[in-house]
């Protein structure tokens, strides 16, 4: 089997939507032909940790591991909990201490693309003798972290091989660019390696529309989209008794459903059979303005906050929930955001009450895959009316999701899809 070589920094037992990509990528590859050499840190820093994920690590795969600097480390040395925080690039708070802002300004001005930069150069030192070794050919750089694609850009100035550069999200675009109080110098600093990587990579890979089209503007490479997916197989599944609204993923300021919050609120007070049976569910980490709109709202004795769950149970509860929320903050920025867990809702096969940017590309998919409905964060007289309808619905037990044509984003056809554009790109 031919080759290929995948670098990434998120391998289990990272927890979160960045490992699933390439972990189930590699699950499927030698199905059509390939055989995947995986290179990842040996003492990362992840945010989250699942340890139940390693039992999913492909058998007699083969994985190269590397010890990096993780800068987050001395970081924790100040603040804990908002090393997690800076680490994934986000502010949670509105009004962010002096320490924040300090730590954000050293990681968007001196850490450049980002804090796993120490890993470039002994990484390339590590796999330039691991290409020879094994005669690799094809190499993929999976990213953010985006320092991973610099590791490629070395190793295609010194071999003959194929370079694809994997973007699960955006470089510069990303919404937490503007927050790292980046200087014009940094700004420029970024754009230009963005700008380099797109266009020496042989191929790029993208995960939405709207990203391939930006990118597009940058470069003439060749430019393939691959959505995310889902891996498991839907099975039958006894509900939640209760009216329950379940979202998994860190849920913080800038995705604040106060629409949603406003509509269940009124529909407590004017509805007491619904009074007695709601139930939200929320798996992951919650931010603070979050919990006080719930207070502030009366709906604090409804909410279940379960805290970070494992994938398993993450799917389990996908399955027996009434209804599953999506969020995503309202900027044009996020519009191109497809968030892994929207394939994984679409096997469930429950209700997707999803809220966002207008024009939004994961908006427009559940649309397309009749998998629910999509409101804004300003319309809370739509997002009522569609609680109320589906709740009526629910007291009958008539609250189905009649979902279609979600096959192609199962993990096996998406590698298929992967498999071919390697190939493509060898002929």
């Known amino acids: ?99 924040e802002k300090l730590l954000l300004w050293i990681r ?27 005669e690799i050919k094809i190499v993929i750089t999976t990213g953010p972290p985006h320092s991973l694609h610099l590791i490629g850009l070395e190793l295609k100035k010194s071999h003959q091989l194929d370079w694809i550069a994997d973007f699960r999200d955006p470089w510069t675009s990303i919404g937490y660019h503007k927050k790292l109080r980046l200087s014009k110098s940094a700004q420029k600093k970024h754009k230009r390696l963005e700008k380099l ?7 790029i890979l993208v995960t939405s529309n709207t990203t391939k089209k930006e990118f597009e503007a940058i470069t003439t490479t060749p430019i393939q989209v691959i959505t995310n997916g889902y891996d498991n197989e839907w099975e039958p599944t006894e509900l939640d008794k209760d009216f329950t609204i379940s979202h998994i993923g860190s849920l913080l300021t800038g995705r604040n459903p106060k629409a949603l919050w406003k509509a269940l609120s009124e529909l407590v007070l004017e509805n007491e059979e619904f009074k007695k049976v709601l139930k939200i569910q929320l798996a992951g980490v919650v931010g603070e303005e979050v919990l006080k709109s719930l207070e502030g709202l009366g709906l604090t004795p409804y909410l279940k906050h379960l805290g970070y769950l494992s994938h398993n149970k993450v ?50 998919m559940i649309k397309t895959a009749n998998a629910g409905i999509v409101g804004s964060h300003s319309d809370t007289d739509t ?23 979600i096959e192609k984003y199962h993990r096996r056809e998406l590698t298929r899809a992967l498999a071919n554009y390697i190939q493509w790109e060898l002929s």
């Open 315 to 364: 799917l389990e509860l996908q399955r027996k929930s009434q209804i599953l929320l999506l969020l995503e903050i309202d900027t044009e920025e996020t519009r191109g955001i497809i968030p892994g867990k929207l394939f994984e809702y679409f096997s469930a096969k429950r209700p997707i009450l999803a809220i966002g940017p207008t024009d939004w590309e994961a908006g427009n």
């Open 383 to 405: 997002v009522k009316s569609v609680l109320l309808d589906w709740f009526d619905k629910y007291r009958v037990q008539e609250l189905n999701c009649m979902s279609k044509d």
């Open 197 to 203: 990587v797109l266009s020496s990579a042989d191929k």
């Open 1 to 99: 089997m031919q080759k290929v070589l995948v670098i990434a920094y998120y391998w289990p037992p990272a927890g979160g939507p960045g490992v699933q990509r390439w972990l189930k990528f590699t699950k499927y590859l030698p199905e059509m032909g390939f055989e995947p050499i995986v290179y990842v840190p040996e003492n990362p820093s992840y945010p989250i940790v699942d340890e139940k994920l390693l039992e999913e690590v492909p058998e007699g795969i083969k994985i190269i591991k590397q010890r990096i600097q993780e800068p987050y480390a001395w970081a924790s040395l100040f603040s804990k909990s908002k090393t997690k925080t800076i680490s994934s690039g986000i502010i949670s708070e509105k009004n962010p201490s002096f320490l």
């Open 108 to 134: 968007g001005n001196l850490f450049i693309p980002d804090a796993r930069k120490f890993w470039v150069k002994p990484s390339v030192r590590t796999l330039s003798k691991i290409i020879q070794d094994e």
